[in-house]
């Protein structure tokens, strides 16, 4: 990695952290880009080097850190509780043992008060760790593949959202089987053998 891609890391990083600490302190519709600036000790014109706006800082960072979580294996295995790494399901476990660890800020995102931005900006970012993860496991063409998609995506913003509101939070374990108790058997019957399935522009 170059001096350059590590600034780059460096400086989406401060600004995650500075929107993510700020919709814990304030709520998002009351954040603006100069308070996320000024958090973040990052001037306007980086900040539009990398992101559009305040929605596009939530959706892309968001994302970025959920793929980074997925992705962390080794996290994964020092964890008794998570499922086998090869269940179609298996990436959600991480993102329910987030929302578990990280209440407050999924409370900021899918709470009681939570805007229809910030409800739509979680469920596609979802869909997006559902959809790089599942894309060549499932036997399905292309449309029922993203209907499934969004199905599966609105409902774990659902769980995510219960596991946040729930005093104390409910376990990632605990909710992971829920999901698998609900919609496993259906989606493990669609995996591909051969765990290999081509779609079109993939």
Known sequence: MTSTDRRVRRTKSLLHRALIELMIECGYDRITLQDILNRADVGRSTFYAHFR????????????????????????????????????????????R????????????????????????????????????????LEMDDDEFAVTMTFLSWGVVGLLGSIADADPPLPAAETYRRLEVLVGPGLTSRVSPTGRVRRAGR
Do not use: C, W
């Open 98 to 137: 987030l929302a578990s660890a990280n209440p407050e800020v999924y409370r900021a995102l899918l709470g009681r008060r939570a805007t229809g931005v910030l409800l739509r900006s979680t469920r596609r970012m979802v869909e997006e760790i559902l959809t790089e993860q599942l894309s060549g496991l």
């Open 53 to 96: 706006d305040k929605d596009d800082l939530l959706l892309v960072s968001s994302t970025e850190y959920l793929r980074a979580a997925v992705a962390d294996v080794e996290s994964a295995a020092n964890d008794p509780d998570a499922p086998q790494h090869s269940e179609p399901l298996a990436p959600l476990y991480t993102l329910f």
